[in-house]
């Protein structure tokens, strides 16, 4: 199950992780975030162990959002190292999301 990060949380889950994280930035009211949301579940489940999977609502988390540049929802970052090395805006396939993964794991 992907995990809920707060702005107390960001730092020690995305920055810190010693594995490649996948952070989704969502709100409750954008359409193509909820098509989004169930890939983003099954990707943790299918990465369990080898990949983080994050979420951060943007309406909840506005200082990560800017901190993060988002300027259009969903937006979806791999980090490697506590580093941005992709990012992905608005709605992608599984398989997008797969070869992204797959290209820093």
Do not use: R
């Not at 594995?19 to 983003?40: E, N």
């Amino acid at each position: 199950m992907a995990i809920e990060l707060t702005k107390a949380t960001y730092e020690g889950e995305v920055l810190k992780s010693n594995i490649p994280v996948l952070v989704d930035f969502w709100a409750s009211w954008c359409g193509p975030c909820k098509m989004v949301a169930p890939v983003i579940e099954q990707l943790s489940q299918e990465y369990e162990g080898k990949v983080k999977v994050c979420k951060v609502n943007v309406d909840d988390e506005g200082e990560l959002a800017s901190q993060n540049a988002i300027v259009s929802i969903p937006t979806v970052i791999l980090f490697v190292d506590g580093k941005p090395v992709k990012k992905m805006v608005g709605a992608h396939s599984i398989d997008d999301y797969e070869d992204v993964i797959d290209e820093f794991i």
